[in-house]
């Protein structure tokens, strides 16, 4: 991410040893380690979101290709995708029905 070398890091070390003196030189350490971590993970799950955002837009791009195509005539390919695109939709459509179910069966039994 940066480019810094050995003697970069041993001038950074002296300046901040001089500064924060040597009882805070490592809880100041720790803090930067911490907050570098964080931002690292932080990073690492939108990249996560952003390849499933384009995995999904991917997928609706096949189920549309599939769908003006008629299904007739499709790819081997394109009939996996259009298979695993229902069998997500169906996936994410299960907790909403389960949950509307016990919805409307609550809402009956309340006077």
């Known amino acids: 991410m940066f480019d810094i070398g050995f003697w970069e890091l041993i001038l950074i070390s002296v300046v901040g040893l001089v500064v924060l003196g ?3 030189l490592p809880i100041a350490i720790r803090n930067v ?56 939709a169906d996936e994410v459509q299960r907790p909403y029905d389960s949950t509307s179910k016990n919805d409307a069966s609550q809402s009956t039994k309340e006077p």
């Open 22 to 24: 040597p009882e805070r």
């Open 33 to 88: 380690a911490r907050w570098v971590g964080s931002v690292r993970r932080m990073a690492g799950s939108v990249k996560d979101e952003l390849e499933q955002e384009l995995k999904i837009k991917e997928l609706q791009d096949n189920l549309k290709k599939a769908e003006s195509m008629s299904m007739q005539n499709i790819s081997p390919e394109l009939q996996k995708s259009v298979d695993e695109l229902k069998q997500a």
